[in-house]
């Protein structure tokens, strides 16, 4: 049987890089873990270095790395270790993308009535072959009992991948982690505003303190004054989620660099150097508007405002969406025009994120047909877009040479689309005693 045991393994890392089935990958690993017992099991381990073993795990999907976990103690304390965790959310999408040269998109459809149901798709999108692009109705999309069962519960934006945890604003506000099917319902802030003022317009950033190990989640808020019904223009108030706690809390109105406006036209998730930010802009004495990006540190739990040259002319005739460019750890402005059948778009970036004199064009993308709007950006050089004629969902490969457009075969309607990169992580939205009753040892 210890015989065997090592020949599944390796026959498990084979295919693995093999790219065979999943089918057999999967039946490998029942006969793993049903027919092995927990005795040759660590006899097998005692032969095989402990570097050998997570290499080979860190291959497999999550789904798959759950069931590993009850194959035996030693395997449930690596797969469940910080950094097998951190080493499995790069090597296994890396690999990935390596072997099958397809990037998969989380797609959802936000709905026109709050009757209706938000449609999450999971889109394989592939880099060579437009013809092999296609939907999946993964089951580790399918949402918990008490979001089909209840009055619908929707979501009109899509945050994320950080480290493999999503977050969707809407009712309720909702963190997921879809490779291991688990959602979680934000509780909802209990914080008022300021006597005499209340709130109309808000705008969510998510992102992760390494430092505590911790998702954050912050919601910026809109300032009106009761007694006026006006606004008070460029002044905002912030609270901050916290995963760890569950619970919300006000942050210093101090901290907001204020006064500043935020666009609400660039909905593309820009998380970098653990930072979120959004588009703005500054108001001077005069009236004149100049483009500005508002900045929040998930670690220092603070604001910073970063002056953008002129890059673009009046806001009445250029759209400008954040994006970010993980390549070089810093975020890029994609500027296009509102009107028109054929767009080209600028790409202007910040060559040193923390130098706001660093901005420079980047390159420029020839006219294309059908843009209306950028859901997404990813790379440094893949732009999903919705398209002006049916609202379908379209992207753009850019090359110095080349540009590869192609049509991603989702339809929405009015402006309903949003994406994000759909990455494989084994983070947990559980917090404290998590795993205790998750091991079962095999005699």
Same mark, same amino acid.
């Given at each position: 049987m210890?015989?065997?045991? *090592?020949?599944?393994?390796?026959?498990?890392?084979?295919?693995?890089?093999?790219?065979?089935?999943k089918?057999i990958?999967?039946?490998?690993?029942?006969?793993?873990?049903?027919?092995g017992?927990?005795r040759?099991v !660590?006899?097998?381990?005692?032969?095989?270095?402990?570097e050998?073993?997570?290499?080979?795990?860190?291959?497999?999907?999550?789904?798959?790395?759950?069931?590993?976990?009850?194959?035996?103690?030693?395997?449930f304390? +690596?797969?469940?270790?910080?950094? *097998?965790? #951190?080493?499995?959310y790069?090597?296994y999408?890396?690999?990935?993308?390596?072997?099958?040269q397809?990037?998969?998109?989380?797609?959802?459809?936000?709905?026109?009535v709050?009757?209706?149901?938000t449609?999450i798709?999971?889109?394989?999108?592939?880099?060579?072959?437009?013809?092999?692009?296609?939907?999946?109705?993964?089951?580790? +999309?399918?949402?918990?009992? $008490?979001?089909?069962n209840?009055?619908?519960?929707?979501?009109?934006?899509?945050?994320?991948?950080?480290?493999?945890?999503? *977050? !969707?604003?809407?009712?309720?506000?909702?963190?997921?982690?879809?490779?291991?099917?688990?959602?979680?319902?934000?509780? &909802?802030?209990?914080?008022?505003?300021?006597?005499? #003022?209340?709130s !109309?317009?808000?705008?969510?950033?998510?992102?992760?303190d390494?430092?505590?190990?911790?998702?954050?989640?912050?919601v910026?808020?809109?300032?009106?004054?009761?007694?006026?019904?006006?606004?008070?223009?460029?002044?905002?108030?912030?609270? !901050?989620?916290?995963?760890?706690?569950?619970s919300?809390?006000?942050?210093?109105?101090?901290? +907001?660099? +204020?006064?500043?406006e935020i666009?609400?036209?660039? &909905?593309?998730?820009?998380?970098?150097n653990n930072?979120?930010?959004?588009?703005?802009?500054?108001?001077?004495?005069s009236?004149?508007?100049?483009?500005?990006?508002?900045?929040?540190?998930m670690?220092?739990?603070s604001?910073?405002?970063i002056?953008?040259?002129?890059?673009?002319?009046?806001?009445?005739?250029? *759209?400008? #969406?954040?994006a970010?460019?993980?390549?070089?750890?810093?975020?890029?402005?994609?500027?296009?025009?509102?009107?028109g059948?054929?767009?080209?778009?600028?790409?202007?970036?910040?060559?040193?994120?923390?130098?706001?004199?660093?901005?420079?064009?980047?390159? #420029?993308?020839?006219?294309?047909e059908?843009?209306?709007?950028?859901?997404?950006?990813?790379?440094?050089?893949?732009?999903?877009?919705?398209?002006?004629?049916?609202?379908?969902?379209?992207g753009?490969?850019?090359?110095?040479?080349?540009?590869?457009?192609?049509?991603?075969?989702?339809?929405?309607?009015?402006?309903?689309l949003?994406?994000?990169r759909?990455? $494989?992580?084994l983070?947990?939205?559980?917090?404290?005693?998590?795993?205790?009753?998750?091991?079962?040892?095999?005699?």
């Amino acid at each position: 049987m210890l015989s065997i045991c *090592f020949l599944l393994l390796f026959l498990l890392s084979f295919v693995i890089l093999t790219k065979k089935s999943k089918k057999i990958r999967s039946s490998m690993l029942t006969m793993l873990g049903v027919h092995g017992t927990k005795r040759e099991v !660590l006899s097998m381990e005692q032969h095989l270095p402990q570097e050998l073993v997570s290499n080979i795990l860190s291959r497999l999907p999550a789904k798959d790395l759950v069931k590993c976990k009850r194959v035996c103690k030693s395997w449930f304390d +690596l797969i469940t270790d910080y950094h *097998f965790v #951190t080493n499995h959310y790069v090597a296994y999408n890396n690999l990935m993308h390596y072997q099958s040269q397809e990037e998969q998109l989380l797609v959802i459809g936000r709905p026109f009535v709050s009757a209706l149901k938000t449609h999450i798709s999971l889109l394989s999108c592939n880099t060579n072959d437009p013809q092999k692009n296609h939907i999946s109705s993964s089951s580790l +999309l399918n949402l918990p009992c $008490e979001y089909n069962n209840s009055e619908h519960k929707y979501w009109s934006e899509i945050s994320g991948p950080c480290n493999g945890i999503y *977050f !969707l604003e809407g009712n309720p506000n909702v963190l997921m982690n879809p490779s291991l099917g688990q959602f979680k319902a934000l509780p &909802k802030p209990h914080l008022s505003a300021s006597q005499g #003022t209340y709130s !109309l317009t808000e705008y969510s950033g998510f992102g992760f303190d390494p430092k505590t190990n911790d998702y954050k989640v912050v919601v910026i808020r809109d300032i009106w004054l009761k007694e006026t019904d006006e606004r008070k223009l460029g002044h905002w108030t912030a609270e !901050l989620y916290s995963l760890n706690s569950n619970s919300w809390r006000k942050l210093d109105d101090a901290s +907001l660099p +204020l006064p500043i406006e935020i666009w609400g036209s660039s &909905k593309v998730y820009t998380y970098v150097n653990n930072c979120c930010h959004w588009w703005g802009y500054d108001v001077d004495e005069s009236g004149a508007k100049e483009d500005a990006v508002l900045a929040f540190d998930m670690v220092n739990e603070s604001f910073r405002k970063i002056k953008v040259p002129r890059i673009r002319g009046s806001s009445k005739e250029e *759209f400008a #969406t954040l994006a970010p460019l993980k390549e070089s750890s810093t975020i890029a402005v994609v500027v296009y025009p509102l009107r028109g059948q054929e767009k080209s778009f600028d790409v202007w970036v910040m060559k040193d994120y923390w130098n706001e004199g660093s901005w420079v064009k980047q390159y #420029t993308v020839e006219p294309i047909e059908t843009i209306y709007k950028f859901v997404g950006f990813y790379g440094s050089n893949q732009f999903p877009w919705s398209s002006s004629g049916n609202d379908g969902l379209v992207g753009c490969d850019y090359e110095p040479e080349s540009e590869k457009i192609k049509d991603l075969q989702v339809c929405g309607k009015n402006g309903s689309l949003r994406a994000a990169r759909y990455m $494989e992580s084994l983070v947990s939205l559980k917090r404290g005693n998590e795993f205790s009753c998750q091991f079962v040892s095999r005699e």
